[in-house]
Every structure is written in C-alpha cells, then in structure tokens.
C-alpha cells in the first residue's frame, strides 16, 4: 500500500510551485492501478487552495497537520469544502497501513524541533512504528530505536532561514575535538534500516570516528552520493546526516574573497532541492522511496525498513 | 409521428426480406420490384429529419444488400455488359425516388467494375438528381450519391479530376441550396423549428466540403498545384455559393467548415478573396468569430513553424526520423490549433453572448464522435433560440431566393412540409454522430503531410504567385525531399507576405468599419484583438509591430465604447515575453483606464497568469511600475459581498467573521507568486531594495489586503538578506566593507518596519506576525548580526505581552485535551513554544543578553494560564539551558545544569497541583521522558532523580488502580489511565533498551 509524505510547499509565501516533473510523475501514479491511498502533508499548505486540490486529487484519503505558516482558519475552511465534509486538521495525526502504524506532525508543537530524542519521545507517545515529521527543507530519514523517522523535505525547494550545511561544515573544521560529545551523545540509531542494491543509495556504516560506545549505523541520502565526504565533517552531535545539497563545497573557507561577493554561490548553495516520499508498505516492512528533482532530473532513492 | 417511422421501418424490412428471397431465388426483377417498393417510403415528406434520417439508413442497408448482390453477378457479355443494361431498366420505375436510389445503387455498383464509362455515370447522375427538389428528400438523395461514390470517384487522369471537381461542387452547390430552403418551407411561424431542424441536417452539406478538400489533396497530377487550383478554381465558386445564399446559418457554418478544413497555406493564398467575402456576407453573421477563426490558425501556423525550424535544426542529421516526426508535429499541431479554437470560442461566447457558435459545427464535422451529447443538445438548443432574431430580417429576401430555384416537386410538397412536427431534440445528435460515422472526415489529420509531398514536388515547376509561394519554404523545411536552396529562395517571400498580413486585415477592417456601422462593439474588440494577434505573430520586426499597435490602440480609444476593450488589451499579453513588454505603453494603460473595475480585474490577471508562464524576472524599477499599474486594482480589491456570497452560491472562507470568497484569496495568493519575479540584476540588496520599492509604491495601497501579501513579501526579503549575510560571512573579518555591513544592517531595520505596519495594521494576526518577527531574529542570527537578531526577539516579546500572553481562547488547539501533550493548546501555549525553538538555537548573542532572553521565555511559560500548559511550557523550556547542538556555534556550549533542573523541579510542582489525578500522572510521565532526554543528553539529571520520578508515578498509578475499583463507570478516565500506563510501560521498556546499550545504568526499571 503506497503512502505519499510530502512537506510543506510554502507556496506562495516562499516558492510559485510545484516542479512539473513531480506533478506529472503525481499524477501518472494516481492513474494507475495500485495508486497512493493515503496522501499525509506535514503541514505549511499555506493555504493555496491549487495545491491542496492537486493533493486531494491524488489520493482522497488527504491528511493535513498544521505547520507553522498555515493559518488553519483559512486552511480548513477550505480542506472542508474540498472534501465537501467537515474536516478538522489536527497538529498530529496516526493513520494505520497494513501492519504499521505511521504518525505525522509537523512539530511545531513541541521543542525543541528536529531534536532526534524528542522525536523519539513523540514516536513513544503517539506508539508509532514510523514517525514523519515536517518543517525540515531537507530529507532525513533514519531508523533509531527501532523506530523509523522520515522528513520528506519540500516538495517545491522553498527556501529556509535554517543555517545551510556548509556553514555548519564550515564551523565544525575548526572544532576538531568537542569535549561533551561523548557525554552528550543521544543513543543512536541502530542499523536496522538495510539498504537494497538496485537503486542508488549509499550506507555509511559507523563512520563517527569518536564515537566507538555505540554500532551506529545510519543511512545517509545525497542527491550525488557524495556522502562520503560528508561522513567526516558532520556533526557529532547530530546522528542524523541531513541530505546535502549538490554543489556543496566541503572547504569553502579556502577560497580569498575580495570586495566583491559571490551571491550566485550561495544561492546555488542555499538552494534547496524539492523532494517528497513514497511510502511502500507491505506487512511490517516499509520501502522508503525518496524522491528528489535536481536541475529537473527527478531522482529516486531506497530505503528499507523493517520493524 | 412515431408510429408513420416505425410502419415505414416496418415496410422495409417486409419488402427486404422478400427481396432477399427473390435474390436467394435469382429472380432479380421481382427482388428489383421489392426495393422499388421499400424506397417508396423514402418518399414520405410527413417525418422530421431525424426520423427521416432512421428511414434512410435502414433502406441504406437493405440497399447495400443489393449492391453486393449486383457486385457478384457475372458482368454480361462485351458489347453491353449486365449492369449498363440494368442501368437503363431501372429507370423505368414508376416514381422519381425510388428511380433514382435504384439508378444510383446500379450506377455506382456498375462504376466499381473496370471499364465502365465512371465520368458519364457520374454526370449522369447528378443531372438526375435535379428532379428532386424537396429539401429533405433531396438532401438525403445526394447524401446518398456522396456517400456511395466516395472511393470511386476517378482522380488518375487531369480530365477525371476535373470531372470529379465539377460532380463534388456541383453536388455541394445543389445540397447548399435544398438546405438553405428548407428554412422557407412551411408557415413561418415554424421558423424556429427550421432552424433546428438545418441545424440536424448540417453535417450533409459540410461533408461535401471535406470531400472535396480530399480530392484536392489527393490528385498528383502533374504541374498540379493544389493550392493553385483551390485558389482558382474551387474558392471562388463555393464562396460565390456561400455568399449568394444569404443566409446567417449557411453562412455562419460553411465558413467555418472553410476555415477548419484546408490548411493555413490554402488560406493565406485565398485571404484577399476571403476577407472580400467577408464584408459581403450577411449582416448579422458574428464576422469576428470567424475571422478569428483563421487568425488563431495563421498564428498557430507561425508558431508552429517557427518550433519546427529550431526542431530542424537539431535534427538535421537524422532525415528520416525526421519525416515522420513532422507529420506527428503537424497533426499535434492541428490538433492543438483545434483546441484553441474551441477554446477561444467558448470564452468569446461567454464574453459577447453573441447568437451563432459556429464553434459546434466546427465540431461536429471534425470529431462528432467525441463529443458529449448533452453539450452538443445544449449548443443546438441556444443556437435555435437565438438564431431566429438573425432569421427574422433574412426571410423576405430569401424568400425571392426559394421561389426561383424551386422546382415542380418541391411546390408540390410545401403543404405536406408544413404539417411536421418538431423535433426531439435529444435525438440530434444522434443524427450528426452516425453520419459522420459514415462520413469520417477527418480532413485535417492526413491531408497536410499529403500536400507537403505534392506542393514540394512542384516546386520547380509551379511559377505561382508570391502569395501561393508563402507555403512552400514551410514545404520545402517539412519535406525532406524539399530542394533546399528553393527554399531558401521563398524565404524572403513568405517574410514578406508576414509583414502584409497585417495591413491585409487592417485595411478589412477600416471597410468593414465604413460598411457595417451596426456591427456590435463586441465583435469591434474581437476584430482589433485577432488583428494585435496577427502583427504579434507575424511581425518580426519590433518598430513594424509598435507602429501597428498605437494604430490599433489610437483606433479604439477613438471608437470603441470605453469598456469594450478588455480583449483588446489581452490579446498582445500570449505574445509577452517579459515585464518589460508592459513599460511604455501609453495607449494600452489609456484604454485600460477606460475599463470598468471588472474589466479591469480581468486584464490584470491575465498579466499575472501570463508572467508566470513566462516567469521572466522584472529587472528594474520601471517594469514594476509598468505591470504594477495594472495590478494595483487587484492589490486593492475589496472582497466583495454579492448577493451570491450572501446565499452562499459562492466559495467563500471565513475569515474574523466576514465571508471572503475563494476567488479573493486566489488573486492574493497570485499577486504574493508574481513577488517571487521581482529580481533584478545585482546583488541580493538590489533585489531587496526593488521588493521594498514594490511594497511602498504599491503593496501598501491597501491596508486591509497587506495581510496576504506582506508575509510573501517579507519572508522573501529576508531570503535575500540571508544570502547577503552569507556572502559578507564568508569574507574574513577584518576585510569586510563597512558599507557592506552598515547597508545590511539597514535593511534589517527596514524589515522591522514593515512588520510593525502589518502589526498596526493587522494585530488580531499577532500569532503569525511573531512568526515572521522570529524568522527574521533567525536570518539575523544566521548572519552574525546579534544586535538585530536581538531586537527582532523583543519586539517578538512585546507582541506576545500586548496580544498573545492573555492566552485568546479562541485559538483553534485551545480545545484540544489537556491529556494531550502533541495536541496543542491556547495560542499563548503555542507562543511560547515558538519562542523556545527560535530563542534556544540562538547562537551569535553574548551569553548575558541570551541568558536575560531564556530566562524571560521560561517566566512567560510559568505565567500560562492552564497548568498542563504551565508544566509543559516549563519543562520544554529547559531545552534554553541545555544546548546540544552548535548551530556553527564556535566555543564551548551554553550548558546550565541547575537552570534545567530547576525547570524540572518546577514543572514537576505544578504537574503535582494539578486537581485531575490522571492528568498529574500523564505530566509526570511526561516529565519523566523529559528527564531521559536531558540524561542521556549528559545534563545533571541523575539515576536517583530518575528513580524517584519513577516511584512517584507507579505510586500514583497504584493509588488510581485502588480507586478504579470504587468508580466503576469512569469510562472515560479509565481510558486515559490506560493510555497513561502504556506509555508509561513503553518509556520502561525505552530505558531498559538504552540499558542494553550501557546507557542509564542504575535505573530501576
């Protein structure tokens, strides 16, 4: 049973649109056979009524959290009268798919936001076996606990006040050691989540080098699979390895910068690529399919979980 | 009238089965007899066409019976084959129609057989159908000639193409006239009827036109050119028909046929004669309509063609794949080109609300099939109601008409015509459908690939003149087998005719204009807006293209009603390639001025959807003016209360109590994309300023309507700046300019401007304007600029002081339960939640201005009204005094031990206060879990602390389980307490897990 995830498009308050890529490849899969039954949007609708009925027409079964942009008043005024009932759009919602349970929020009814341990108090709370979360402009998707955590990013590349990966590259050269991390540290992510061969994906097993305690295991999704750069200068502190942009510089500091600035680069690097995802539920098993539009080739990576 | 069809079918199929037996038999003479006997009921003139139309197509089948029969038979000895002297035998029948049905199914039988003289039969036959000169009868007579001639008409030879020429238009010729008097048949105050009952029989008379444009396309003799004999020989007489019937259907509805059937070369070579037909046809025919109808074709053309040469180019190389894609993209294309017309015609429809739809009969010869029953019945039903007006004035000179070409029979039958009765008009359909099953004209989809093969043959040979040639460099580009430098020889020429086209339709138009004062203003704004249309497509050259326009421009604002103008000034705007085509344009914006508030709405969004096609970017200060001058109505549109919205006819969203329509939002939420566009070249401050230029020129015309748009405009502002911030960052400090930073700075505070205009303007939106007061601390923050960041917090504070602290209970999650702790809460709870994410991943501030603002979010939380929302405001807050992620923080973390324990201790106390027993044990779990995290997170919150959480809420749970037992009917707190225990028993099962890691040694589970 197929589950669309798709976050917030921020239309018009922060991108005009859906990639046409992504609606046409939307709307073909409505079409077929075994279409999407469920289509979970993890809030920031903006209420533009346009992509809410895009969503509603792929899948009926359309469920709304609010996000931090929506002005629910507006927004389910209009779910209503799209669904011709009356509808209510919660701040989190649990749906039930075959054998697994999936829990939505786009969390901002808790802080604070992105943090994997309150995730993982939220996934407690609500007992889900898959928690997606929204508000984050990039995918993550990793297994912790025994617990599946997926933000399927922005569907349109919306732009982000969050701090871009490079900057946190940038700063992290310089803190070669950090004296709390080990203390600190969250218990991480067990390596559950199993990689599949036929699509393009790339695992990096145990790859914080201070961190010998735990096996920890995350699967980490580049658009250019250029992970393995990323491996060394991420965080510790964050077991979760947040997709990368593509053109990302891992030494950016390198370069001499004169008067003049280089505006084109950071928007390039600021730039977010659009993505949503595809849950393929059979059983207790979820396939994790990340979509990705990078210069409008739309791009598709797998990821298995298994309760 | 049901019963005289269902006796006539009755006696067909009676006599048919006789017939039969007589063929089974081989008694041909007797069966001929039986035929002859079933054709009389054709003769009936006391059914309406559609019931006709049944009786014809059953006698049709039994008639092909017969053909087959006559088909096998042995053809008789050389001298006088079988089938001529049975030719001759049957036209010793008694009556003229079954004679003639029994001549044609011989005749035609008799010219599928070789050497049978195929050209005599035909003239023959034609000048026999003469006799019939009842317009039904005659009209289903010749239907039936066309359709049993249709793939034997000869073409190998010059002469049989003429022939075939002459038998075709002469049948079109004679049908046109049956069909155009059948409108005078009977009393006239049946006219309506008539009306719709031409309108069933349409389809006959169209497809006689399709069938020529078949044959023409399909000859390949030599030194023939197709368009060359169209112009020549074919268009002057079918027009001269069209034009000398004077009649608003006829007209209306062959034109169209015309227009949809040859390809844009045929008509680009017959536009003088064309366009002369034009001022000559009736006065009441909607002339733009049609006009339109072609210009839409030559612009479609002109685009095509253009998309086609930049395809060539590419593909050069591969020749043959080539060939067939052009025929796939000329068919895309004329199937495309009919969508548009269609389109375009139903929007004028709406529009003008003008009588004719020669769109449905577009339709209807090219894709019957498809079509929906009900829409076409609806379409007929309006054309009928609203023809008879355009009828009214025509009667008494097409009367004169009728009498002369009446014929003896005809007279003789005007009283039995009278006695019809109406038709159903849920069966009209059907009619057309089933004819053109029979029919299939589907001229457009293979004629063209077969005129370019021909026209590029003949290339060389053919001397036309300039006008014809305008085609063949399109030939010559389409057809691979197309001599190349020909075609580059008729380039220049086509460009030439491009840059006549133009002055072709304006000097028709100033005729028209002298001829037809009558002509409604509405058909003036459709004419004008085809003629933009055709300068815009054609005219390469800007200069050219200016000049056309202020004529057009300065001609309607001389002329036209003020207010007639809309299509006018949409028109150029499919052309727009930019913001800058809007600047200067000072007859356009007089025009403009002189639309009423509608009018103007509805130019202004075809400017945004136009420019968001396009989404090219507005490069300068001058092209905002330019398009916001037409925006500005939209920007200070007032939702409007119609009486539709008062009877809730119209989507409307509430909205602080007042019903806002759907379509209101929808253009904010357009005019909020089109600030997306706003980018000129330069740096992201440019861009920036240009954003603010907007808002103070024009977004700030409205007050009321600021709410929609500055959220947009505020969250794009920032964008820029962050980007701006980010650049500057990069630069090492001592090298920063000082410009650069002070410029900055600036801009920040120019940003808080606007937030406090939308904040006076709109403060029951306080909640989401703190949104947009901590987006921009956090662009601040990202950027390094600590004293802004700062402020955005504080204003942020002062906001929730002044509209959010007093918890308005009207928030959406304030109803949410208490036990709920992911379910929301009043819009003061949810404040200082935002306030604790935004202010805990602050980073830039020094640690005494960050520790004054943590300290004042957590103090918010314990003011909170609710105590569920109390202890959890509290506990999330001390998240502020345990940083665990450094946000590119350089330095040691901010990390306060005793602040988070106090916060735990504190929220703990209020759990304790709570009254509700179940909900004291839902906090306290809560807090538990919060404890875990902040453990696990290395902050002083020790296995003891955790211990006794966990021996306070198994103590409580004991006590509630001892309870339970005494109330036996709380349901619903029995639920709870269950849900309570099981995440408790999760979180145990949680800590053993981390146990197993080493982690949380020493808690007892």
Known sequence: MLVLAIGGSFIPTRACKLPPQFIKLLKRSSASSNGIEHVICLGNMNASVATLKFLKDISSNLHLVKGEEDDIGILTQQLSELKGEETVIPLYNVISVDKLKIGFTSGIQTAPKNDPLVLSTIARDLDVDILLWGGLHKIEAYTMDGKFFVNPGSASGAFTFELPEYELDDEKTSKTQDSNSIDEKPPHATDEASTTDDVSHSESGGSNEKNDLEDHSENNFSSNNTSDSLDDTKTPKRPNVVASTSKEDPEPNVVEYEESLDFERIYADTENVPSFCILDVQGTTCDLYIYTCLEGNVKVDKVVYQK | MADKVASALNGIHQQSSLMQQCLADGNLMQALKHVSNFLNELRTSSVTPKQYYEIYMA?????????????????????????????????????????????MVVGTTYMQQPKAPVTDLMKDLIEMCKGVQHPIRGLFLRYYLSQRTKNLLPISTDEEFRATIDFLVSNFIEMNKLWVRLQHQGHSSEREQRIRERNELKILVGSQLVRISQVIDEYQGDSYSAIGYYRDRVFPIITQQIVACRDVLAQTYLIDVLIQIFPE????????????????????????????????????????????????????????????????????????SQKDEKKQKETQDKET??????????????????????????????????????????????????????????????????????????????????????EAPKPNEDTKPNVDDSESDKDKTDQQSQVTDSQKDQDAAASPKGDLSASLAQLSLTDDLSSQLFAVFWDFYLQLFESDPEMPASEHSQFLAAIIQISLA?????????????????????????????DILVAPLAFMQSPADLKNSQYQRTLFDQLDIPGQRRVAHAIISRLLTVEAPFQSTEEIDGVFQYLSVLICEQPEQT??????????????????????????????????????????????SALQYTRRMWLNKSKQNIVFTYPTLVETILYHLQVFGFALKRVPQKRRSPTHIATLKNQFKQVSVVLNELYMAHPERSYEILQLYLHAATVADNVGFSDASFEYINQALVLYEEQLSMGSTDNYYASASPHDALGGSSASYMSVIALVNSVGIKRSYDKDAYVELAAKVTHYGSRLLRKQDQCRAIYTSAHLWWWTDDYGFEGELFQDGKRVLECLQKSLRVADSCMDPYLSLKLFIEILNRSII?????????????????????????????????????????????????IFSRTCEYIVQQQDDGRLVGVMV
Do not use: W
């Open chain 2, 353 to 438: 609300q003008e009588n004719e739809t020669p769109g449905e009969s577009t339709e209807e010869v090219k894709s019957e099939e498809k079509d929906d029953k009900k829409s076409e019945e609806k379409e007929d039903k309006s054309d009928d109601h609203t023809e008879v007006k355009a009828e009214d004035k025509t009667t008494s000179n097409a009367d004169k008409d009728h009498k002369t070409h009446d014929g003896a029979e005809a007279k003789a039958t005007d009283t039995d015509e009278a006695n019809d009765k109406p038709n159903a008009s849920e069966n009209e359909a059907k009619v057309e459908e089933s004819s053109a099953k029979d």
């Open chain 2, 59 to 103: 006698a049709f089948d039994q008639l092909e019976i017969v053909s087959s029969y006559l088909a096998s038979q042995p053809s008789g000895n050389h001298q006088r084959p079988f089938l001529d002297s049975l030719y001759e035998l049957v036209q010793y029948a008694a009556n003229i129609i079954p004679r003639l049905y029994l001549m």
């Open chain 2, 643 to 688: 009486t539709s919205v008062d009877l809730g006819l119209t989507t409307t969203v509430k909205i602080n109590d007042q019903d806002i329509p759907q379509s209101f939002l929808d253009t904010q939420e357009q005019l909020c994309k089109i600030l997306h566009l706003i980018k000129p070249p330069g740096t992201p401050i440019d861009t920036v």
């Open chain 2, 265 to 336: 070369e045929f008509h680009f070579a017959t536009l003088d004669g064309f366009l002369a037909v034009m001022l000559q046809v009736h006065p009441n025919l909607n002339k733009s309509e049609l006009v339109n109808g072609l210009v839409a074709r030559f612009v479609k053309y002109q685009q095509d063609k253009a998309e086609k040469k930049q395809r060539e180019e590419e593909e050069e190389l591969t020749a043959q794949e080539n060939e067939t894609k052009e025929e796939e993209t000329s068919e895309d294309a004329k199937k495309e």
């Open chain 2, 538 to 566: 054609f005219d390469v050259d800007h200069e050219q293209h200016r000049e056309n326009m202020a004529k057009v421009y300065e001609f309607s604002g001389k002329h036209l009603e003020a207010g007639q103008s809309v």
């Open chain 2, 934 to 982: 902040f453990a696990l997170y290395g902050a002083p919150v020790d296995v003891p602390y955790i211990n006794g959480l966990l021996s306070l809420i198994r103590t409580n749970i004991t006590e509630l389980e001892a309870d339970k037992l005494n109330s036996a009917n709380a349901d619903t707190e029995a639920v709870l307490f269950h849900i309570s225990k099981r």
